[in-house]
Every structure is written in C-alpha cells, then in structure tokens.
C-alpha cells in the first residue's frame, strides 16, 4: 500500500499539459481494422502501436511538453476499455437521456455503463502501457482513466443491479476500492501523474442536465457530493509525490458536444472539497463560461486553462491566448496557471474534426505561450 500524502507534499505539476488523447495516425487505424476483421494477430496490432506510441512521444517531447502521454493509441476510447477492464462493469447499449450536439455526432446519445456483479480490480489495468510510455521518453508520462462517476452517472440506480448492490454505498466503496488498486500499481511502477476526466462535474452547470437529473429522482448537489467523496475515497491513498488531475469537459466526440454552463454552480466544491493537484478546465468557447469562477480554488492548485481547441484546426493567435490569461490572473495568482487544449484530440478512434499537422501546431503554440508567459513548459 502507498504511502498517505503528507501535508507538506509537492507533487510536480506543468505549465503545459494536455489532456491525453491523440488523433490515430491511419496505419494505426489500419491495423485495429486489420485485426478486428481477423487479418492481424494481437502481437502484430501492438508492434504498430508501439511504433506509433513512440514517434507521438517524440513529437509532443519535440512541441515543448515536459509531461505526454501515449495518446490512448491502444483504447477504443477514453472511457470504455478501462472500465470495461473492471470485473462486474460493462458498457451497455441502453443509452443515455442526451444527445450530442454541434458536429457530426449531433444526435447521438452516448452509452451507458452497467453493474451487474460485484466491482472488483482483477489486473493491473494501464500499468504495462505506462511502463512502455515511460520507456519511450525522457518527459514524465500521465495515464489518464475516465471519472469513477462514469460507471453511474448516465443510467443512475437503473444501471446498478438491485440484487447485486441493493445498497449504494456498498456500490461506491466497491469502485473506490478497484481505483485504487490500479493507483496503488502505477505507483509502485513509477508512476507519478494520474489523470481522471470527469466529465460529470460540468454537467451539472448545465440546467437541461440538471433538470433531467431532477426528473430521474437524483439531488444533483447530493450527487456532486458523492462524486466527490468517490473521487477522494479512489485516491486517498496514492503517494505523497504523486500528482492527480481533474479535466472537465462537457463533451468531446467528432467536434461535437454535450453540455455548457460555467462553472460557477460548482466552482467551490470543486476546487475545495475534491484532493486533488491540477484542475484541466475547458475554456476554449462561451460554454464553459467566464473565469470568475477561478476566485474559489486555493493558493496551490494548478489550474491549466483550456484555451486552445481540440475541435478545429483553426490556430489560435498567441496574443489572444496570453491576453486570457491575463484575464484569469485577476481570478487567480498566475503563478498557479498554466496552459493545454480544452479537450483531447480523438475522444475515441475516429477523431475530431481536425487534421495530425494542425494537431501538433496547436500543443506546440501551448508549448510557446507557456514560455512566453512563465517562461518554461516544466
């Protein structure tokens, strides 16, 4: 078992970071094609990962980034394979109350994750991944994994079998206990900088979300306290160095989107009550609000301000971006921002609406912005 933090405890944090998922190079997705249809073993599917894994930590170490990831080169999407790794959760096709909107993906709901047996943490689940990550790179390497709250947050009590949890509580602790395993064996390899993208935090700054909520005989101010002493629970004991991230967004599949509504609603639960380092924040549209909101979080916290998009390849100019964060400084102290894309590049395997070449500008412009203000990317 780790170590329990200690106060005093520094873990390191970036003032460029971005959230993880990459687009696919196309003879990655040839090869999870070719192996799907039966035309490439397991072995033959991960040697090209490993290629690719390799040449997109160059290229993020090459942008400026002290800190990358794998690009969630070897998952479906961010969310599913992980908790699909779970004993007793799975993806369903029983679907979630709300659509996306504003691209491609307009008008289609998401799945929802279901619990039909009891939780359990049956294997190490991204360990081997990061040990190969690492192995590729002279930056630190983040594993990201989707939010505890995606196992109820779409389907609520109807997605949790009654006969296996007819308590809830039993229901949270179990997939408190199975997330901290995982953190207990990346810990032990090394690992230093988890990442939760919680997605449901967001959404309830939205009212239609907060409405549906209500419909369905859910509090969404309870539930913004269970989900944060799930979080809490699932993280209370990793390593007094060991950095945890936050990234909130409110829908990212194909450029489209979910949810908006700034963060006011939640802004000190947030920042306060939820133990956690950074805090990744969407801010890349009128969406996600203004950065009053930023007024609550405490002296400490690194608060990476989305303000590139991942949704189109529209460049940002720089001097926009350093004038907002300007803007956030009134907010908070700017030695504790820093800057990343709002979201990832490719939610799942198709990707956004966005090419590879626009992609690496833009982690390299947060690269640039990063120095021209703080003077580092570390």
């Given at each position: 078992?780790?170590e329990?933090?200690?106060?005093d ?22 090869a999870r ?9 397991a ?29 969630d ?17 799975r ?5 979630f ?12 709901s998401?799945?929802?994750?279901r ?16 040990r ?12 990201t ?8 947050y ?13 308590d809830?509580?039993?229901?949270f602790?179990?997939l408190?206990?199975?997330y901290?395993?995982e ?9 230093r ?6 997605v ?21 101010h ?67 609000g ?19 998009t ?17 803007e956030a ?10 800057i990343g ?5 490719a ?5 956004n ?26």
């Open positions: 078992m780790s329990p933090r200690g106060r405890a520094r873990p390191r944090t970036f003032r460029v970071d971005h959230v993880g998922s990459l687009l696919r190079p196309p003879r990655l997705l040839e094609a070719a192996h799907g249809a039966g035309r490439l073993d072995a033959g599917l991960r040697a090209v990962e490993d290629d690719c894994i390799r040449e997109a930590i160059l290229r993020q170490q090459e942008a400026g980034f002290a800190v990358v990831t794998d690009g080169f070897r998952r479906s999407a961010f969310h599913i394979d992980f908790l699909n790794a779970l004993e007793g959760v993806w369903d096709e029983m679907k109350d709300h659509a996306f909107e504003g691209g491609p993906s307009q008008g289609e998401p799945a929802v994750f619990t039909s047996a009891p939780i359990r943490h049956v294997a190490p689940i991204t360990v081997d991944d990061w190969f990550a690492q192995s590729c790179a002279t930056a630190a390497v983040k594993v994994m989707p939010s505890p709250s995606f196992a109820h779409r389907g609520g009590r109807a997605a949790v079998d009654p006969g296996v949890y007819p809830m509580d039993a229901f602790a179990d408190a206990a199975a901290r395993a953190i207990a064996a990346l810990a032990a390899a090394g690992c900088y988890v990442q939760f993208d919680e449901h935090f967001a959404f309830f700054c939205d009212p239609k979300m907060v409405a549906a909520l209500r419909a369905r005989g859910d509090d969404p309870e539930l913004a306290q269970v989900y944060t002493r799930l979080i809490n629970d699932c993280i209370a004991e990793r390593p007094a160095d060991m950095a945890v991230g936050i990234h909130l967004c409110r829908g990212n599949r194909r450029s489209s989107w979910v949810a908006e509504g700034g963060y006011e609603p939640i802004a000190e639960t947030l920042f306060n009550a939820i133990e956690a380092d950074v805090f990744l924040l969407e801010y890349d549209s009128a969406r996600a203004g950065f009053e909101p930023l007024r609550f979080a405490p002296r400490g916290k690194r608060l990476v301000l989305g303000l590139v991942s949704k189109s390849g529209e460049l940002e100019p720089q001097d926009e971006l350093v004038r907002r964060i300007e400084a009134r907010f908070a102290d700017i030695d504790d921002l820093a894309p709002q979201c990832g590049f939610s799942s395997t198709g990707g609406r966005i090419d590879e070449a626009a992609q690496w500008r833009k982690l390299a412009l947060c690269a640039d912005v990063a120095r021209r203000v703080w003077g580092r990317t570390d």
